[in-house]
């Protein structure tokens, strides 16, 4: 998009008419034309750049970076790609998302067991109680 002339001289035209519209507000669009309307246009890289100097809170490294950026852009490469990451979720994270869910899934079924083991030896206690008691009784009568 930086490389196409006529969204460039629509987006100067457009910066022109809300410069002479606002004064000395600074950039201030029109109600209806911001992005995504017929009448938006991007900034200029010289208007983009006065942005940029007008700045306080940026080092003179980052500036000289951005300068560098606005005024020679490049295509993406593999490095950029490495460094600031791809949008969107990895393959890394979903395998971590994965393995996190197996684990939380492991415990619930660790304790699901030992409560299911504790109950059925209770249960077997229980069965086993009843028939001492039983045999005493069957003892008792004899």
């Keep these: 998009m930086a490389e196409d002339p006529l969204n460039q001289r629509a987006f100067a035209e457009d910066v022109a008419a809300a410069a002479a519209a606002g004064g000395d507000e600074g950039f201030a669009l029109p109600p209806g034309s911001g992005p995504g309307s017929a009448g938006f246009q991007m900034p200029t890289a010289d208007e983009i750049w006065k942005m940029v100097e007008s700045m306080d809170g940026i080092t003179d490294d980052e500036r000289a970076e951005l300068r560098e950026s606005i005024f020679n852009p490049k295509a993406a490469s593999p490095d950029d790609l490495l460094k600031y990451g791809q949008p969107g979720h990895s393959s890394k994270e979903y395998i971590i998302f994965f393995v996190m869910l197996a684990l939380i899934l492991l415990v619930f079924a ?4 030992k409560l299911y083991k504790s109950l059925t030896e209770k249960e077997l206690k229980k069965q086993e109680k009843l028939r001492s008691k ?5 003892k008792k009568s004899n």
């Design 110 to 113: 660790l304790f699901g067991f």
């Design 134 to 138: 039983q045999q005493k009784k069957s």
